[in-house]
T-cell receptor, first 115, second 116 residues
Framework: AQTVTQSQPEMSVQEAETVTLSCTYD???????LFWYKQPPSRQMILVIR??????QNATENRFSVNFQKAAKSFSLKISDSQLGDAAMYFC????????????FGKGTHLIIQP | GAVVSQHPSWVICKSGTSVKIECRSL??????MFWYRQFPKQSLMLMAT?????????EQGVEKDKFLINHASLTLSTLTVTSAHPEDSSFYIC????????????FGSGTRLTVV
């Protein structure tokens, strides 16, 4: 079974600074996707960034980028120029490439932005 | 595009009654929808996978007779919590796949269920 591990229950960063959230996963599949989702207090799940396992290039979305290390099964999220609106729970998630299965989520990291 | 509507957003019910939660894909067809459960300050746990026109597939430990799932059309899946008890109180979230193999998952806004 696939597992996703987020080892940082909580992280704190100063506004405008950069923070990196860690995620590791375990799978025997070769075709899969990795995701970072943001869950603000409203509890709506918001997709931050997505990475296809077959792509070597790290995904980037504006201030958000990932460091995908496939051999090490590591998928960290870097948030640059942190903003107050970035404060939320961040979940790392794994999805099998076939698409028939739901996502496996890590336990989440609570990100605090200090003004 | 790719909007998933979940209704109701919150519901309070008495023990022993049943509650139905609806999940609709508004602007795309979803042959597969997923139901998750999230306890306070915890992660999302997949409960079941709902396929249009066929029986749902439940994760290990999820009681299929308590959590009835129906996916009668390409845009609607429902989760019915039968004979609800206080321990069923939780946050339930649905998700729909837009495109097979492209990693396109869209989430509903969730339903907070409180059983009293």
């Amino acid at each position: 079974a696939q597992t996703v591990t987020q080892s940082q229950p909580e992280m704190s960063v100063q506004e405008a600074e950069t923070v990196t959230l860690s995620c590791t996963y375990d799978t025997s599949e070769s075709d899969y996707y990795l995701f970072w989702y943001k869950q603000p207090p409203s509890r709506q799940m918001i997709l931050v960034i997505r990475q296809e396992a077959y792509k070597q290039q790290n995904a980037t979305e504006n201030r958000f980028s990932v460091n995908f290390q496939k051999a090490a099964k590591s998928f960290s999220l870097k948030i640059s120029d942190s903003q107050l609106g970035d404060a939320a729970m961040y979940f790392c998630a794994y999805g099998a490439g076939g698409g028939a299965d739901g996502l496996t989520f890590g336990k989440g990291t609570h990100l605090i932005i200090q003004p | 595009g790719a909007v998933v509507s979940q209704h109701p957003s919150w519901v309070i019910c008495k023990s022993g009654t049943s509650v139905k939660i609806e999940c609709r894909s508004l602007d795309f067809q979803a042959t597969t929808m997923f139901w998750y459960r999230q306890f306070p300050k915890q992660s999302l746990m997949l409960m079941a996978t709902s396929n249009e026109g066929s029986k749902a597939t439940y994760e290990q430990g999820v009681e299929k007779d308590k959590f009835l799932i129906n996916h009668a059309s390409l845009t609607l899946s429902t989760l019915t919590v039968t004979s609800a008890h206080p321990e069923d109180s939780s946050f339930y979230i649905c998700s729909a796949r837009r495109d097979r193999g492209l990693g396109g998952y869209t989430f509903g806004s969730g339903t907070r269920l409180t059983v009293v």
